[in-house]
């Protein structure tokens, strides 16, 4: 018996018989779902599969009144689930992090190394930043900066100037020479770490008034620039002048970073505290309107408010999140750093 004509009507049988080329067309679907699964690996790939075929009613036929629904279900679930991958993939995630010792002692830090190596040309161990935390320890607020610091290419350190204990309860706030050794000590272990001569350093309320009131050279490890967020700028001021001749302290260019709305970091402070520091080396100051005290501060347990301590100690201030002014301020401390402390990639 001789096959079939080459040239016969591919779509004879379907003018014959109607459902089949439905059906054949909800299988070249369902192929077809298949190969986009196995090129592309998206995991919405088995479903797309699985919904490709339609449901049927008796023998061989599918119910017209199933056909559109079938079809909206279909596209709807998969661009749900499209949708759902695509957000969780673009959700920033918390940078990786793993303690740091020095000489085999208690761990001084959390440290966190860029993902991608150094382009060819830079130097072959990377620039980095010590971020000093505020008396809250490691609490969350730094994951912003810590992110676009390590897209830059920067080796991160955080510390904390007073460890929580055991159970879990906050230790006394060291003093200011105490807090200046911590952070001198830090700036040690991150130089054996890092490219030691690209080195800069951070802090959020108390950690930046450490990092303000931290020896020069030769007393400690000197830092290329300083970034200070809202450090309690009268206190600050009032302490340096009063504790110190200009050769003792950094001198180091300086970001520094205050909201207008903060009664810890008033305006007319935070313009002085920028005057004292640029008889030393020069100063940015940035005071963000609107902006309150750790305005950088995630919302914990659906808080929006809440009040920490203030950076002198001196009571409590109210603190507002305020994520869209976190991503800004976070890249310009980034970019203040790749313009002073070099290495960026």
Same mark, same amino acid.
């Given at each position: ?32 779902? @298949? #190969? ?34 079938? #079809? ?17 993939? &673009? ?85 200011? /020479?105490? &807090?200046?050794? #911590?952070?001198?000590? &830090?700036?040690? /272990? ?80 935070? @313009? ?21 005290? *750790? ?14 301590? *203030? ?17 800004? @301020?976070? @890249?310009?401390?980034? &970019? ?10």
């Amino acid at each position: 018996m001789r096959g079939p004509r080459r040239d016969a009507d591919p779509y004879a049988a379907d003018a014959a018989h109607p459902g089949a080329g439905r059906h054949r067309g909800a299988a070249r679907r369902g192929r077809g779902a @298949a #190969r986009w699964g196995r090129a592309t690996g998206h995991a919405c790939a088995p479903l797309a599969q699985a919904v490709s075929r339609p449901m049927r009613v008796g023998p061989g036929r599918t119910a017209p009144w199933l056909r559109g629904a079938w #079809r909206r279900g279909t596209i709807a679930a998969v661009l749900v689930l499209v949708l759902a991958a695509a957000a969780q993939s &673009a959700e920033p995630r918390e940078p990786p992090r793993r303690p740091i010792h020095q000489d085999e002692g208690d761990a001084i830090g959390l440290i966190s190394r860029p993902a991608a190596p150094m382009r060819a040309g830079l130097p072959r161990r990377p620039p980095a930043v010590l971020v000093v935390h505020d008396a809250l320890g490691i609490d969350g607020r730094a994951e912003s900066y810590v992110r676009q610091l390590l897209g830059a290419g920067f080796l991160v350190l955080e510390i904390e100037l007073a460890p929580l204990s055991l159970d879990g309860a906050a230790s006394p706030m060291p003093d200011d /020479a105490e &807090a200046a050794s #911590r952070v001198s000590r &830090a700036l040690v /272990a991150l130089a054996a770490e890092a490219d030691p001569s690209r080195l800069g350093a951070m802090g959020f309320g108390a950690g930046a008034r450490a990092v303000a009131l931290m020896p020069g050279a030769p007393a400690a490890r000197p830092v290329a620039a300083r970034v200070l967020l809202y450090p309690g700028c009268a206190a600050l001021r009032r302490a340096m002048t009063s504790t110190r001749s200009a050769s003792q302290l950094s001198a180091s260019p300086a970001l520094l970073l205050h909201g207008r709305e903060d009664p810890a970091n008033p305006e007319a402070a935070c @313009a002085a505290l920028a005057a004292t520091l640029e008889e030393a080396a020069p100063v940015r100051r940035i005071g963000y309107g609107g902006a309150g005290y *750790a305005w950088d501060l995630p919302a914990v347990g659906g808080l929006e408010r809440t009040r920490l301590e *203030a950076p002198d100690g001196g009571g409590t201030v109210m603190v507002m999140h305020w994520p869209a002014l976190t991503e800004l @301020a976070a @890249a310009q401390v980034a &970019a203040f750093f790749c313009r002073t402390v070099g290495g960026c990639r």
